[in-house]
């Protein structure tokens, strides 16, 4: 699949948030997400089927987590290629059964681990994990990888390396979570968008992109900074609005619709895929799709 003449073309639209789903049936903190994919695998389907029926080109696995690394602090670092590939089966079936075109994208994570000088993880068995993980993924049937959420530009092309080992052929789009500052937009390791641009492609991305960490408010100018960087279309993903806690839970604020409205006017900035994040749902992406005149 040729993803940028895909995007070229037309706007694809991704899904929503993974995590804020499986909190609203019942996931709390304790287990890794990722296990549901064995255990609850109805649930799982539900909310790739609920993202399709909104709207959304591409669903992402049930893998943020997936990587030995994250696994292993739940004492499940031996179940990589399981659970990863159970994901990818999952949402594959979902998408073969009901929503023939779709396309299925494998999610890889953070790893929450640094090399020198910010810490003392090996580059090479970073790179080892990266491409274990994506080659579940693939062994699933997905159609393109999505590494999301990189905060270390270190770990990003590390990603972007190991996933190639696993996945030479597959679209890739690799995501950093900026946030603005006074010199402008940086992940708070201190990345610039031109700086990851540069890299990333150069490692073997296909798109770059921003998630997370920035609201639908101000992640206009950040994708148009990233188109001009890349000189290709981008991915984008803001929140729901800004976190909050209420009662010790986090709760975003922003409706469906305002979010809609911003996140549509992105494609004029330089987006070739927008989606949601953090506290956006089913309602999000189809009101996106709504304005997107799906």
């Known amino acids: 699949m040729d993803l940028l003449a895909e995007v070229k073309e037309r706007t694809l639209l991704l899904d929503g948030a993974m995590g804020t789903e499986l909190i609203s049936r019942g996931f709390r903190p304790g287990g890794p997400p990722e296990e549901w ?7 799982i389907a539900a909310i790739h089927a609920a993202y399709y ?6 669903v992402q696995t049930n893998t943020f987590g997936g990587s030995r690394y994250k696994l292993a602090a739940h004492g499940a670092g031996g179940r990589v290629a399981e659970l990863n590939e159970a994901a990818a089966r999952l949402a594959v079936a979902v998408r073969d059964r009901d929503y023939h075109g779709r396309l ?3 999610d890889i994570g953070p790893t929450g681990t640094f090399v ?3 810490g003392d993880a090996d580059p090479d068995e970073l790179r080892d994990g990266f491409a274990e993980q994506a080659a579940a993924l693939v062994a699933g049937g997905v159609d393109l990888i999505h590494v999301e959420t990189m905060f270390d530009l270190v770990e990003a092309r590390l990603a972007v390396e190991g996933v ?3 996945a030479p052929d597959l ?18 390791m201190g990345v610039e968008p031109q700086t990851a641009a540069d ?3 150069t490692a073997g991305a296909t798109m770059v992109g921003c998630n997370c960490e920035v609201t639908a408010a101000d992640m206009g100018e950040l994708v148009e900074e990233l188109r001009e960087a890349s000189g290709r279309p981008v991915v984008a993903q803001p929140n729901a609005g800004a976190p909050r806690l209420e009662d010790g839970a986090t709760v975003y604020d922003e409706t469906a619709d305002h979010f809609a409205g911003l996140v549509a006017g992105f ?12 506290g956006t749902t089913p309602a999000f992406i189809a009101a996106l799709a709504a304005k997107l005149a799906r």
């Open 164 to 166: 190639r080992r696993a």
């Open 267 to 278: 494609p004029e900035h330089g987006a070739g895929i927008v989606g949601g994040c953090c």
């Open 53 to 58: 029926a909104a709207g959304s080109d591409i």
């Open 199 to 201: 890299a990333l492609l």
């Open 37 to 43: 994919n064995a255990t609850r695998p109805a649930d």
């Open 171 to 188: 679209p890739l789009m690799v995501s950093l979570a900026y946030k603005p500052s006074p010199r402008g937009y940086r992940t708070m």
């Open 116 to 118: 020198a000088p910010m």
């Open 104 to 106: 299925v994208a494998g």
